[in-house]
């Protein structure tokens, strides 16, 4: 069982820059690839990054590449999202998970809470 919990989530101006933190419970967080998605209102969840269990890879969606950059921290059991050049159009509820390596949600076996990011114009 692995718990998560999301933070570092508030309200910021367009260009400007948020960094996300997620913090896992539990031994085996580096037995699990990391995935960050976000779920803006009206709309379904979607993929945003995924860190590889070691670090070694990443994947983006075409929306965030070159803005954001996942990372992780294994010592600290805990798995990053910096956020640089916002866009309004990147206001949403940011969730962190665990799982398989992979953009497709129903990879993922543990979610954590949420942390509403806001970018204003």
């Known amino acids: 069982q692995v718990q998560l919990v999301e933070s570092g989530g508030g309200l910021v101006q367009a260009g400007g820059s948020l960094r996300l933190s997620c913090a896992a419970s539990?031994?085996?967080?580096?037995?699990?690839?990391m995935g960050w998605f976000r779920q803006a209102p009206g709309k379904e969840r979607e993929f945003v990054a995924v860190?590889?269990?070691?670090?070694?890879?990443?994947t983006y969606s075409d929306s965030v590449k070159g803005r954001f950059t996942i990372s992780r921290d294994n010592a600290k059991n805990t798995v990053y999202l910096q956020m640089n050049s916002l866009k309004p159009e990147d206001t949403a509820v940011y969730y962190c998970?665990?799982?398989?390596?992979?953009?497709?949600?129903?990879?993922?076996?543990?979610w954590g809470q949420g942390t509403q990011v806001t970018v204003s114009s």
């Open positions: 860190i590889s269990q070691s670090g070694g890879s990443t």
């Open positions: 539990g031994r085996t967080f580096n037995s699990y690839a």
């Open positions: 998970a665990a799982g398989t390596y992979s953009m497709i949600k129903s990879w993922y076996d543990y």
